[in-house]
């Protein structure tokens, strides 16, 4: 059974999410043509705006992307913001179908005093800022000081930490924003601090990335681990991933100690503190320590155990701070259901609670979690539930939909200026080109309107 012809088909949204739905339905539904509108004039969301710059690897993803953009199947439309150039209510008058994949791109916040002081950050800022994210070039950092505190164990906190490590000459060969290369080479940081509340069985960061760490050129590592021997003990129990980083770990808390002294550079790993406050120095400028409360781990259960303050307190020293505890999603129309707390949207299987026609997938339907593997899935799952619908006639709605005319006619009203996916080629080899005189695979342009304008030469 196929999708009855003339069915319209639109994606809000340019990563990982967007792009594998898309493949889903390209390769499984010969009847259906998609449009996929993305906020910026660039298509592949954090592939390109939230990856490290030295994971290269990764980002090959985007040749699958690129291959789905030039299928002949799929229009891309960028630098259209859906809930402001055009509203959900209105794709839902054209399309049969929407499937929002807008990912998270806001902040959590720990709600403890001081987090708006100078020389705070979220990680999210902070890595839009090293990945040249338009809107945040101009974060005001202070990177003259030594020591940088990274609250939250995950991978993006240790990215963040391999780029504040990194020696210059590695970083400046990668896309790494013109901007940022040249504060990092005035960097005086010279001590990151990973803090978590829970231990070493608990961290949330995966194997390659605490590799990558360990063999940093140059810096030596302190791993705080008070409970060696029931980290020990609980190691036969736990999962083989688990095992492999826990096994890591003690390995590294006993042979590293030593170097500690000489490497020019540290970073350490600090368990079982809670944040309670930031402080600032005396002339009320810059932040000057987090306050920590101390805990213990309490249960049977290692994998998840409940946190008890002891009620200890004490004061980390550092000149900056960077809050990498999770990004949250919001909604971008009032009337879709919206779970504020998790900050994802209500759905059941991709179906979007209460609204006929409309999915989600990816990161607003999941939350900040998984890899791009993950997300892939995620999207492939949801392109499934798609097909299911429409080829049960459960999309149908009384009226015909016009699809996309009406929608770039309103754009063109309002003089929004539509980005295509060879407009978007254009920018690419003009990036691409620009890196070359510097040795980089691409110096990534970041003014929109520069975009823009090179995007429709
Ligand atoms: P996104 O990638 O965020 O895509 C959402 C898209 O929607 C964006 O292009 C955005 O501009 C667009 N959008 C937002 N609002 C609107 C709107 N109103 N209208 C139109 N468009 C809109 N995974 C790995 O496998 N390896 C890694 O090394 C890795 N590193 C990471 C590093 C960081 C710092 C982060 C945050 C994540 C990393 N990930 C990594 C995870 C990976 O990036 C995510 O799994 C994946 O990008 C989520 O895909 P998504 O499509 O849901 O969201």
């Not at 338009?134 to 020591?147: A, D, G, I, R």
């Not at 705080?224 to 390995?251: F, G, V, W």
């Not at 350490?268 to 101390?294: A, M």
């Amino acid at each position: 059974q196929t999708v009855p012809c003339g069915k319209f088909l639109c994606i809000v949204g340019s990563g990982p999410a967007g792009f594998y739905t898309a493949q889903h339905l390209i390769k499984n539904e010969p009847n259906i043509e998609i449009d996929m509108f993305e906020k910026l004039p660039v298509p592949f969301g954090l592939v390109r705006y939230g990856v490290a710059p030295d994971h290269a690897d990764v980002k090959n993803v985007i040749n699958t992307f690129t291959s789905i953009a030039k299928s002949g199947r799929l229009q891309f439309i960028g630098n259209v913001t859906v809930g402001k150039d055009v509203t959900l209510n209105d794709l839902r008058t054209a399309y049969d179908v929407v499937v929002l994949a807008y990912g998270a791109a806001q902040d959590r916040w720990l709600g403890i005093p001081g987090e708006n002081f100078e020389n705070v950050v979220s990680a999210r800022k902070f890595v839009g800022w090293y990945n040249g994210l338009p809107e945040e070039s101009n974060l005001q950092l202070n990177l003259n000081v030594e020591t940088a505190v990274i609250i939250g164990q995950g991978n993006v906190a240790l990215d963040i930490a391999r780029i504040l490590l990194t020696p210059i000459e590695i970083l400046e060969k990668t896309d790494i924003a013109q901007h940022a290369l040249q504060a990092l080479k005035e960097s005086r940081i010279r001590n990151v601090k990973l803090v978590g509340r829970r231990g070493p069985l608990q961290v949330a960061f995966t194997i390659k990335e605490l590799r990558e760490m360990i063999k940093l050129p140059e810096v030596s590592n302190r791993i705080h681990l008070e409970d060696r021997d029931y980290i020990e003990a609980c190691i036969p129990k736990t999962s083989r991933p688990r095992r492999r980083i826990t096994e890591l770990l003690l390995q590294s808390a006993n042979t590293k100690q030593a170097e500690v002294k000489d490497a020019p550079k540290q970073w350490e790993l600090i368990f079982h503190r809670t944040p309670v406050e930031i402080v600032k120095s005396e002339n009320q400028r810059s932040v000057e320590g987090l306050v920590v409360g101390i805990n213990r781990l309490k249960g049977d259960n290692w994998e998840n155990p409940q946190i008890e303050d002891t009620g200890l307190r004490e004061t980390i020293p550092c000149g900056m701070i960077i809050k990498s505890i999770g990004y949250k999603s919001l909604p971008l129309s009032e009337e879709l259901p919206f779970d504020h707390i998790r900050g994802v949207i209500r759905q059941k299987e991709g179906r979007v609670e209460g609204m006929s026609g409309v999915f989600c997938s990816g990161w607003v339907a999941s939350g900040p979690v998984g890899v791009i593997a993950s997300t892939l899935q995620s999207g492939h799952d949801v392109g499934k539930r798609i097909l299911e619908d429409l080829r049960k006639g459960n999309c149908a709605s009384s009226t015909e939909k016009p699809g996309r005319d009406v929608i770039l006619s309103q754009l063109a009203t309002k003089g929004v200026e539509p980005v295509t996916f060879v407009e978007w080629e254009t920018l690419d080899n003009e990036e691409r080109e620009r890196g070359k005189n510097q040795k980089k695979p691409r110096e990534k342009i970041i003014d929109v309107r520069e975009m823009i304008d090179i995007a429709k030469k």
